[in-house]
């Protein structure tokens, strides 16, 4: 499912427009980019929060050639289901 079924499936369920339930999802995304950029996190309580993780600078190696490259420290978003939403998945 992508970003416009997202958006048809909403707009079908609530009875809103589309264009309304596109621009309340950019919103949402928005936000939640925002919150994650400023190291902060995200709970949707029973559906899962998003968070940052910081991951250290390591060596690695280019399998075309084997040369060994080093890998720079970054830092990448993570998502961590909530129980109703693992409870749901599981059925």
Excluded at 66 to 81: D, H, L, N, S
């Amino acid at each position: 499912m992508n970003k416009q079924a997202v958006v048809d499936a909403v707009a079908d369920k609530t009875g809103l427009s589309k264009k309304d339930v596109e621009m309340a999802l950019a919103a949402i995304l928005d936000v939640i980019t925002d919150e994650l950029q400023g190291k902060g996190k995200v709970a949707f309580t029973g559906f899962g929060t998003f968070s940052t993780s910081d991951r250290a600078a390591r060596q690695g190696v280019n399998p075309a050639t084997g040369e060994k490259i080093q890998i720079a420290a970054t830092t990448v978003p993570k998502f961590k289901a909530g129980k109703s939403l693992k409870d749901a998945v599981k059925k």
